[in-house]
């Protein structure tokens, strides 16, 4: 199973992804998710899990479950190039950024020229005991307790933390754990269980357990994706209608909106 992670995080990603990187311990302020591939590039090629600007830089973000080698910081090296050349022309200083299961936080150099050498920050949820941790969110579900922002969003990355059992294993419980939440905020729980399945799809090997906790964090991935593509048609449906009190015309709302005349005619027909 893969999933279009974009439609996903395009919705409330810069809230929920703040409080993301803030749990990870990296500095700064989102202001905008960049789309993590293009249809003229191949996505096999060019696909890093999350693409956030902040206010002063960019982050490209994987989430990996082995150590960083040769191979990946050339990979993160061509990320940035490209991205660099594609949308943001050296505006701002892009930065790589890895969430890793196999290694403690540290900081991986590679050599791109006599003169220069690139950063890889490698970040690591070691330090929380994950079993302990999984246990205190199971004892407040059956108490019917609330939960924080960061509760819900660290419950996604419990795959990230200490713990006796494997990463597939803690990426299942993970998926049970927050599909068992009273109460679970509809555009929170999208983000976290976006995260899940994002993770299922790249750690996640065994096609029958793949399969089993898809279906148990989105139930179905088209409802999941129809959820999203509804966030985004209310939002695009807003933007039609102020350009009509504006005084454009339905062609010139359809370009500026980047969306086609029927969906004009219809969101103002209403």
């Not at 922002?149 to 990355?157: D, F, H, N, R």
């Not at 029958?208 to 695009?236: C, F, H, P, W």
């Amino acid at each position: 199973m893969k999933f279009h992670e974009d439609v996903i995080f395009k919705n409330h990603g810069e809230i929920y992804g703040q409080d993301l990187i803030d749990l990870i311990q990296i500095e700064g302020k989102i202001v905008k998710l960049h789309q993590t591939e293009w249809s003229t590039i191949d996505p096999k090629m060019y696909k890093p899990d999350l693409i956030m600007e902040l206010e002063d830089k960019i982050i490209i973000f994987e989430f990996q479950s082995y150590k960083v080698n040769t191979r990946d910081k050339r990979r993160f090296r061509f990320y940035t190039a490209l991205f660099d050349h594609v949308k943001v022309k050296s505006k701002k200083p892009i930065e790589v950024h890895v969430l890793s299961t196999a290694e403690r936080e540290r900081t991986k150099w590679y050599k791109v020229s006599e003169d220069a050498i690139f950063p890889i920050y490698i970040h690591s949820l070691k330090y929380i005991d994950g079993d302990k941790f999984l246990n205190m969110m199971n004892s407040k579900i059956g108490s019917n307790d609330n939960f924080t922002t960061k509760e819900l969003l660290m419950i996604s990355l419990l795959c990230f933390m200490s713990s006796d059992k494997n990463i597939e294993i803690n990426i299942l419980n993970s998926a049970v754990t927050i599909t068992n939440i009273h109460d679970l905020d509809e555009d929170l729980g999208q983000f976290a269980k976006g995260v899940i399945l994002m993770l299922c799809d790249k750690f996640v090997e065994d096609e029958s357990l793949n399969t089993t906790i898809s279906n148990i964090t989105g139930g179905n991935m088209k409802i999941v994706e129809d959820y999203a593509q509804r966030k985004v048609d209310e939002t695009k449906k807003e933007f039609v209608i102020s350009l009509e009190k504006e005084g454009f015309k339905i062609d010139e709302i359809a370009r500026i909106a980047k969306v086609d005349t029927n969906f004009v005619k219809k969101t103002l027909s209403k």
